[in-house]
């Protein structure tokens, strides 16, 4: 590889003619990021707190006093991060589509359904625990959504987990959401044989060398012959019109010149097709304003890999955000072990120094006149086994004694309780939420309340998490509506989305779209429920109950949905079902019509004499 020095002069540099004017703005706002004080303080802060977890607790000065002796680590942090951890991940909760009104109950059936196979695809709930643990231990961590085109005929949609050392935000912003954000990058580290997979021209010069400033972003790691892509967003303002499309009678916008040409259609009339035609000689009412554009750009220095404006109907960017608390003052977030670290610390020290104690201090010594003790030199040898025993000449026994051994202060064993119930007081991982039985006489409502007092501690960590699954469920349901096709949600659904799609038909024959997952934001809400095994076997029992009560009400598959039955035993019981079903109709049927002969031959006049 040549010398860097040599291509200087052909390496375009930031802010000349020759490079995009977006990203120029692209890579000052990275550098902004990379040397801001919210992002030093996150990444010094997470590091370490990364390192707590794993037992690498002292810096390298503590390492050098320490010397020769073990530098001995007592992890209190690690189970109690676990136990956060398992707590989120005891309740498997997931995004749920419930209707507005009781017309959009089928439809939303249907787009549930379809949400929830592609939650499973794509491994949702298992990356949305990803994330929070990542959060528990370094403050944030982010769900990005894509769309895999690697077979162009059949994209799929994909998550990935970025932990918060692997992207950068505008420190700028406060929302939770991230909506005031400005600029939102991402990183990945790719050799150069991989990035050219993807992007055939891309100049490794350009993203080696691209300026001299020592504090600019780097893009290419030479121990790892590594290039840094990074993926920009961020948004523009557009000058937009808004107003009702005579057509639809649905609000729209379009750019300025983009209007004037649709009123111009209107005005000459647009064919429909079968003959029809929809023309408007009225001006279209409208509202001049402003809207954010989403754009993304794919870059290594200089090199410009991609960029368009985002292909997604989404206001925002394609992520989701995790966070766990955030220090208002600095604008950075943190995790729960940040709180721990100085009791850690010191407890580290409290124990080493106790066990040091206990291997230094003077063992008892023993006293004796000369020629008391007859067996000395077995005692030099043998005194430590337990059963030992001392022989003493007659008489002399007043003239053996021993000194006792220094006691240590139990000042230490109250000092190290004082740290661990620290740790715990500041993690929020009491005993009673790590399982510990600490007394043995206690109502259970005792246990329990204690464990909701200590639960309503971690409130604001998991508020936080239960806002990000809401919002990641609001955009995987968003793009799974613009790319997945009716077709394909009826199919996953199973007959039962063609009969749902016919009931939304008959329901509001006459509204367009009606049968379209494409609904908006008057037909659904997303909310959450919690999926488990006990709550699946408690809605089959309730159904159970329901048609005990009121036989023939409810169908054994309907029951057979919610119980872990293989497939050939629901396919037996509802095959049974439908021969009885059939038998009691032909009985009926037969039933009606030998009632009807009955009625006939009674009515049928006699004969005359």
């Known amino acids: 590889m040549p010398p860097v020095a040599e291509r200087q002069d052909s ?26 004080e919210p992002e030093k303080k996150y ?73 929830h ?70 990183d990945k580290w790719l050799p150069e044989d991989e990035i050219k997979q993807f992007w055939k021209n891309f100049d490794t010069s ?6 001299h400033d020592a504090s600019a972003p780097k893009f290419f790691d030479e121990a790892r012959d590594k290039y840094r892509i ?57 509202q001049e304003s402003f809207k954010k554009q989403y754009h993304y750009m794919i870059f290594s220095g200089v090199n410009k890999c991609e960029g368009s404006p985002s292909p997604y109907h989404w206001e925002g960017f394609p992520g989701v955000f995790y966070g766990a608390y955030k220090d208002y003052d600095t604008n950075a977030w943190f995790g729960a072990i940040d709180t721990m670290k100085d009791p850690q610390r010191t407890l580290n020290v409290n124990r080493r120094q106790l066990v040091h104690l206990l291997q230094t201090l003077p063992k008892g010594i023993l006293m004796h006149e000369t020629g008391a003790v007859i067996n000395i030199d077995e005692y030099e040898e043998k005194s430590a086994q337990p059963n030992f025993h001392l022989e003493i000449m007659k008489g002399m026994f007043e003239k053996v004694k021993f000194q006792e051994q220094p006691r240590i202060s139990t000042i230490y064993g109250l000092l190290d309780s004082i740290l661990v119930q620290s740790i715990k007081d500041v993690s929020g991982a009491q005993d009673s939420l790590m399982g510990i039985q600490t007394t043995g006489r206690e109502p259970g409502i005792t246990v329990r309340a204690r464990q909701q007092t200590g639960i ?26 613009q790319y997945v096709t009716e077709g394909m949600a009826v199919r996953i659904k199973g007959p039962e989305g063609a009969r749902l799609l016919q009931i939304n038909s008959e329901t509001n024959p006459e509204n367009a779209g009606f049968n379209d997952i494409t609904a908006g934001e ?88």
């Not at 002292?58 to 189970?79: C, F, H, Q, S």
């Not at 690697?150 to 939770?176: L, M, T, W």
């Not at 919690?530 to 005990?548: K, P």
């Open 117 to 186: 196979h592609f939650q499973r695809k794509a491994k949702v709930v298992r990356k949305e625990l990803e994330c929070f643990e990542h959060t528990v231990k370094g403050g944030r961590s982010l769900l990005w959504y894509y769309i895999d085109k690697s077979n162009p005929y059949k994209p799929v949609i994909k998550a990935k987990r970025y932990d918060g050392r692997n992207f950068y935000v505008d420190p700028d912003c406060q929302e939770y959401d991230m909506s005031d954000a400005r600029y939102l990058f991402l």
């Open 206 to 211: 350009m993203a080696q060398q691209y300026s």
């Open 456 to 481: 309503a501690v971690l409130y604001i960590m998991f508020d936080n998490f239960r806002e990000s699954r809401l919002q990641n469920g609001k955009l995987h349901m968003s793009l799974i509506q």
């Open 230 to 286: 990074v993926e920009g967003w961020y948004y523009k303002f557009l000058d937009v019109i808004y107003f009702v499309n005579p057509m639809t009678g649905k609000v729209e916008f379009l750019a300025p010149a983009e209007f004037e040409k649709f009123e111009k259609a209107v005005r000459d009339g647009i064919d429909l097709g079968d003959g029809e035609k929809f023309q408007q000689a009225e001006p279209i009412a409208r």
């Open 11 to 36: 390496v375009p540099q930031v802010g000349s003619d020759t490079v995009d004017p977006d990203l120029t703005k692209l890579i000052k706002w990275l550098q902004d990021a990379e040397n801001s």
């Open 522 to 609: 008057f037909d659904y809400e997303v909310e959450e429920t919690a999926e488990t095994m006990t709550i699946r076997a408690a809605t089959a029992q309730m159904l159970v109950d329901f048609s005990q009560n009121n036989p023939g009400m409810i169908p054994p598959d309907v029951i057979m949905e919610y119980t872990d039955l293989p497939y050939s035993a629901k396919q037996r019981v509802r095959e049974f079902w439908e021969q009885q079903q059939q038998a009691e109709k032909d009985a009926a049927d037969r039933e009606y019509e030998l009632r009807l002969k009955e009625i006939e031959a009674k009515n049928k006049p006699k004969p005359k004499e």
């Open 43 to 115: 990444r010094e802060n997470s590091k370490e707190s990364y390192d707590f977890y794993a037992g690498r607790q002292d810096t390298e000065a503590v390492l050098l006093e320490l010397g020769k002796r073990p530098p001995t680590v007592y992890n209190e942090i690690k189970p109690k991060v676990d136990m956060l951890i398992g707590m989120a991940a005891q309740t498997k909760h997931r995004a749920t589509i419930l209707p507005v009104g009781t017309e959009d109950e089928p439809l939303v059936e249907m787009m549930d359904a379809t949400l």
